[in-house]
């Protein structure tokens, strides 16, 4: 299976397509790649029915629509390659029947932590046993609403205690800058000075997140100490939902959308307004209980 997930990248480089397409599809074609052989699916047997079953265990999962969607996008080019290298023949993936429709209205519905959920995390990293660093993920993620993908690329060189600023390279190479809170700012000077400096990667990785057997922390692995923190709790951690909690609450807090924007490294103010300014599932529903 390595060997079709190396060639699938190739596949996937000659195709023009750009080095994050490729590490995302490959990522999701890695996990449905262990998904079939955990049920001794072979590549050449594969059917439309197991796509179905795959479907409907990544709904079950909990994941986002727009992540889902974008798994099945990801399985669509999988098939292409199978089809080019006569592998499997079969299309088994229809996007048109297989991504999840949304119903009008409910566009860019985001999903948020309630404050129970956010006073429940932030329990769990204050716990003697959690790691420093485990602790700065939660803080970088809730207090600059930063990308996973830009979490796990944060580069010693991108921080600046003194002006207290975070340096992120975004989406098309786009650069902003973030400030950093006297809370962030405290756990971050303390995981420096002790964890991250005690690491055997420490002198040689540019890379701010190390762990024990890499330079640099993978995005997987940010999803793993999420879970493991919240696994005693009826709720699901996802990097995404710290950003869009973020925002939210600057949002209610009255912070003007310009500034927003710019924090969260949009390409226009519209995509701002698109996720933020909608009204959300819970004002739904506050407002139809009225009736």
């Known amino acids: 299976m390595e060997k079709v997930l190396e060639d699938f990248k190739q ?96 566009e860019n519905n985001i999903d948020v932590y309630s404050n129970e959920e956010l006073e429940k995390i932030l329990s769990a990293v204050n716990k003697e046993e959690v790691t420093l660093r485990n602790k700065l993920i939660v803080y970088l993620l809730l207090y600059t609403g930063v990308r996973v993908s830009e979490l796990v690329n944060i580069k010693l060189t991108d921080i600046d205690l003194l002006t207290g600023e975070l340096k992120i390279i975004g989406k098309g190479n786009k650069y902003r800058e973030i400030p950093l809170n006297q809370k962030l700012k405290k756990v971050l000077k303390s995981y420096l000075n002790t964890e991250r400096k005690e690491n055997k990667y420490a002198e040689d990785s540019p890379y701010l997140i190390l762990t024990e057997r890499s330079p640099k922390m993978h995005r997987d692995t940010v999803n793993y100490v999420l879970r493991k923190l919240c696994k005693n709790y009826n709720f699901k951690a996802y990097p995404h939902k710290f950003r869009h909690t973020s925002f939210s609450i600057l949002i209610a807090k009255g912070v003007d959308i310009t500034t927003i924007s710019a924090l969260a490294g949009h390409n226009s103010i519209e995509t701002t307004n698109r996720f933020y300014l909608k009204v959300n599932k819970k004002e739904k529903a506050a407002a139809v209980s009225l009736l």
């Open 11 to 106: 596949w996937l480089r000659l195709d023009g397509k750009s080095k994050k397409t490729i590490e995302n599809y490959s990522l999701d074609i890695g996990q449905f790649l262990s998904w079939i052989t955990e049920r001794n699916i072979n590549l050449g047997e594969i059917s439309r029915e197991d796509i179905l079953n795959y479907k409907v265990e990544i709904m079950n999962s909990g994941l986002a629509v727009v992540t889902i969607n974008k798994k099945i996008n990801s399985l669509r080019s999988f098939n292409d390659f199978l089809i080019e290298k006569e592998i499997n023949v079969a299309r088994v993936i229809k996007p048109g029947k297989d991504r999840i429709k949304i119903a009008g209205g409910s």
